[in-house]
């Protein structure tokens, strides 16, 4: 059913678009995910998730214990809509439900912080299995909950005085090497058929104006 309602959809957007999803869709992965616990800017937050679009780093986790995760459409132009954003704000400790959701997928808890026990970026094994990296908020950094529930602590070295970058620019270092040695290893970092049949469905829809009301319009004739 899914592959009869992308073809009936795809007559809506041009040839080039829909064989541009499928150009991209060949990029896209869920070995890495990135997890955003708290972040209060909203340029922050909008420019994490423009890294991970341009990068090609499908799925983002959103934990929202004190500040609400807001969008600047100025800085993350649009690439949230080609994004799985998946938001924990239910609880008043969001960051252990979502850790362990993760955890149950079988991915590695990597916090984005200095630590007794870190490793450099560049020495980070992404052999050893998938990957959620966590990042936290700009002030105070990764909650204690997230340093407890994280598997392994990866650094970025520094020769400068100052100690710390801002979280943007501290993802999209490690979002863009980390993709970069991903598709140069032979891992299998590619979405299977179902996630990117279902993702173009999704872009699709985003790209159609009143897209649900087509997609009423072919169920009702199936």
């Known amino acids: 059913m ?7 959809l795809q007559q809506f957007v041009s040839d080039k678009r829909a064989k541009l999803f499928d150009a991209k869709l060949q ?20 420019a994490v998730l423009r890294s991970c679009e341009c990068f090609g780093i499908q799925d983002v986790h959103i934990i929202e214990n004190r500040n609400p ?11 949230h809509k ?5 938001r924990y704000n239910q609880e008043a400790d969001n ?13 590695r808890i ?3 912080s200095p630590h007794h026990n870190d490793c450099k970026l ?7 299995g998938k990957a959620a990296l966590v990042f936290g908020t700009e002030l105070t950094g990764l909650s204690p909950a997230a340093l407890e529930l994280a598997d392994e602590f990866v ?20 979002i863009h090497f980390l993709t970069d040695k991903l598709r140069n290893s032979d891992l299998d970092w590619h979405l299977n058929e179902d996630e990117s049949r279902q993702i173009k469905l999704t872009w699709l829809k985003n790209s159609i104006r009143d897209a649900e009301s087509l997609q009423k319009l072919f169920l009702n004739d199936q």
């Not at 990029?27 to 909008?46: C, F, G, K, M």
Request: charged share 20%; proline share 5%.
């Open 2 to 8: 899914i592959n009869k309602l992308i073809d009936y």
């Open 27 to 46: 990029y896209r992965t869920r070995y890495l995910t990135v997890v955003l616990e708290d972040i209060y800017q909203p340029h922050n937050a909008s």
């Open 69 to 79: 995760y807001r969008i600047n459409p100025d800085v993350a132009l649009g690439s």
């Open 82 to 86: 080609w994004l799985t954003l998946n």
């Open 95 to 107: 960051t252990r439900p979502a850790l362990g959701s993760l955890k149950n997928e079988g991915y």
């Open 110 to 112: 990597v916090a984005v």
């Open 122 to 128: 560049g020495e980070f094994d992404l052999g050893k």
């Open 155 to 174: 650094r970025i070295p520094m020769a400068g005085f100052t100690e710390s970058l801002n979280i943007s620019v501290s993802a999209a270092i490690c």
